[in-house]
């Protein structure tokens, strides 16, 4: 059974930063996609960031481009997204899926895309 697992979750100030990791019961690269998404109290679960597991290709939201970074550790089973100059909208619940079907890169942001997903680690960012 497949299993995502997220961890590094906390309280930050603005501007700060932290580290999301995603650990996987199986290898990586058995997915297609792996993402990131979030959802903040009282919204629907949006994209934040997709990695290609083979090619390395990243792909982020317009919100996060520039401040986020996910990359991965193949060799480890594991994603991470690195979180810098955090903001208070950045506040959420960041959820790690994963694809074992290809999917478009126009697709990327659909959360039916992905079959498997974590629990989910609360991020919070104080102004």
């Known amino acids: 059974q497949v299993q995502l697992v997220e961890s590094g979750g906390g309280l930050v100030q603005a501007g700060g930063s932290l580290r999301l990791s995603c650990a996987a019961s199986?290898?990586?690269?058995?997915?297609?996609?792996m993402v990131w998404f979030r959802q903040a109290p009282g919204k629907s679960r949006e994209f934040v960031a997709a990695i290609s597991l083979s090619s390395g290709n990243t792909y982020y939201s317009d919100s996060v481009r520039g401040r986020f970074t996910i990359f991965r550790d193949n060799a480890n089973n594991a994603m991470y997204l690195q979180m810098n100059i955090l903001e208070p909208e950045d506040t959420a619940v960041y959820y790690c899926g994963a694809s074992s079907a290809p999917v478009p890169r126009s697709l990327l942001h659909e959360l039916r895309q992905y079959n498997y997903w974590g629990q989910g680690t609360r991020v919070t960012v104080s102004s």
């Open positions: 199986v290898r990586t690269l058995s997915f297609s996609p």
